[in-house]
């Protein structure tokens, strides 16, 4: 069964300070494909990025970066020098390529991120 | 439009009344999805259309949720005979194509409905 496990439910850090996110999933499909989403307070979902199974190098962007690792089934996002406006909440997610799930987005519960001035 | 638009962006109605809320996707995105996220309760899937058909009703709550879409491109939810319980925001979402594709399924910014 399909599966996203994000085990930090609330995450409190210090303007500056790096601050991990982290994602484990569950899938028997070979190919698939993995993505975060920020929800800031006003609501939406914004996309930050997706991996496809096949691709496990790691990314950078700006301040964020992200260490897909399949060996241990993890896709976790970290932000570098952490600032306010970071704070949201985060989730992760999973699709499928050829799984029941039809190619819909299993999330994981979310990771809210309080960062502090 | 640009992004994925939905309407109404705010609802509060009694308990017992019908309700649609409107999802208008990203222009030539054939898959639409629609969620729901109620307090506490993390991300839910309630039904997938590819064009105007919806090979994926799995996670509509009860025969009170219903969907559409027409013209391969807006689609309503409608919820009937409301509940307390029905309280949530309702986020649609589109992509280029669905079915597995991996393609980025981009998300309105929802309706938040509140059941009195």
């Known amino acids: 069964a399909q599966k996203v496990t994000q085990a930090q439910t609330e995450i409190s850090v210090v303007e500056k300070e790096d601050v991990t996110l982290d994602c484990v999933y569950e899938?028997?499909?070979?190919?698939?494909?993995l993505f975060w989403y920020k929800q800031p307070p006003s609501g939406e979902l914004v996309f930050l990025i997706r991996?496809?199974?096949?691709?496990?190098q790691n990314e950078i962007s700006g301040r964020y970066s992200w260490n897909f690792q399949k060996s241990t089934s993890s896709f976790n996002f970290t932000i570098t020098a952490s600032q306010v406006v970071d704070s949201a909440v985060y989730f992760c997610a999973l699709s499928e390529a050829y799984g029941g799930s039809q190619g819909n987005l299993i999330f994981g519960k979310g990771t809210k991120l309080s960062v502090k001035p | 439009g640009a992004g994925v638009s939905q309407s109404p962006s705010n609802k509060v109605t009694e308990k017992g009344k019908d309700v649609e809320l409107r999802c208008d996707p990203i222009?030539?995105?054939?898959?639409l999805y629609w969620y729901r996220q109620s307090l506490g309760q993390g991300l839910e899937f309630l039904i997938y259309?590819?064009?105007?058909?919806?090979?994926?009703k799995s996670g509509l709550p009860s025969d009170r949720f219903s969907a559409e879409r027409t013209g391969g491109s807006v689609s309503t939810l409608t919820i009937q005979r409301t509940q307390q319980e029905d309280s949530a925001v309702y986020l649609c979402?589109?992509?280029?194509?669905?079915?597995?594709?991996?393609?980025?399924?981009?998300f309105g910014e929802g309706s938040w409905l509140t059941v009195v």
């Open positions: 222009s030539g995105h054939t898959a």
């Open positions: 259309f590819q064009g105007n058909s919806a090979p994926d």
């Open positions: 991996r496809n199974s096949f691709d496990e």
């Open positions: 979402a589109s992509s280029l194509e669905g079915g597995g594709s991996g393609n980025t399924i981009y």
């Open positions: 899938t028997r499909d070979t190919t698939y494909y």
